[in-house]
T-cell receptor
Framework: QKEVEQDPGPLSVPEGAIVSLNCTYSNSAFQYFMWYRQYSRKGPELLMYTYSSGNKEDGRFTAQVDKSSKYISLFIRDSQPSDSATYLCAMETGANNLFFGTGTRLTVIP | DAGVTQSPTHLIKTRGQQVTLRCSPISGHKSVSWYQQVLGQGPQFIFQYYEKEERRRGNFPDRFSARQFPNYSSELNVNALLLGDSALYLC????????????FGPGTRLTVL
């Protein structure tokens, strides 16, 4: 069993839709949770960084962490074609070696 | 401020050869980590260096080695290349390498024929 599970998609939504991306994990020692966005043939770009359980909002993006269920989510409101990318969840115990999900490929259709 | 830079951008090698990839961290960052990203997968942790010392190693064979220089730049070396080493190699830097944000470079795409 992988430590981090993420549905690879692909996911296609119309412009303006709300997008929900999710990851589950098995290691209860994970304390720091991140979402990265990766455009084709580019390095991952940090979108959201959260510590422990709770919600964090940044513009159109909201990250949720539920440690009791070992489940994290990223919501994108009013999705735009420029949001089309692969979204990677990542997490760590504090040792700075990130464990990534497979990535979900998102396409926002104009 | 310049971000993390990596060179070369692309590289083509044949099986059995050796390769060296280079990374320059963000100015002020003392920690560099290396990740391997196979097509269609998430990045996998290879090494972390902090203040020129190896701090952590992921589950990769001894063919993979790295070092960090006094200016905090880093090199990743892979010997005896296999077809399965074809991947995007990502470098990430952070200030101190513990509980702080990692910033990724654009990666070096290695193709092994």
């Amino acid at each position: 069993q992988k430590e981090v599970e993420q549905d690879p998609g692909p996911l296609s939504v119309p412009e303006g839709a709300i997008v929900s991306l999710n990851c589950t994990y098995s290691n209860s020692a994970f304390q720091y949770f991140m979402w990265y966005r990766q455009y084709s043939r580019k390095g991952p770009e940090l979108l959201m960084y959260t510590y422990s359980s709770g919600n964090k909002e940044d513009g159109r993006f909201t990250a949720q962490v539920d440690k009791s269920s070992k489940y994290i989510s990223l919501f994108i409101r009013d999705s735009q074609p420029s949001d089309s990318a692969t979204y990677l969840c990542a997490m760590e115990t504090g040792a700075n070696n990130l464990f990534f999900g497979t990535g979900t490929r998102l396409t926002v259709i104009p | 401020d310049a971000g993390v830079t990596q060179s070369p951008t692309h590289l083509i090698k044949t099986r059995g050869q050796q390769v060296t990839l280079r990374c320059s961290p963000i100015s002020g960052h003392k920690s560099v980590s290396w990740y391997q990203q196979v097509l269609g997968q998430g990045p996998q942790f290879i090494f972390q260096y902090y203040e020129k010392e190896e701090r952590r190693r992921g589950n990769f064979p001894d063919r993979f080695s790295a070092r960090q220089f006094p200016n905090y730049s880093s090199e990743l070396n892979v010997n005896a290349l296999l077809l399965g080493d074809s991947a995007l190699y990502l470098c990430a830097s952070s200030w101190r390498g513990v509980t702080d944000t990692q910033y990724f470079g654009p990666g070096t795409r290695l193709t092994v024929l």
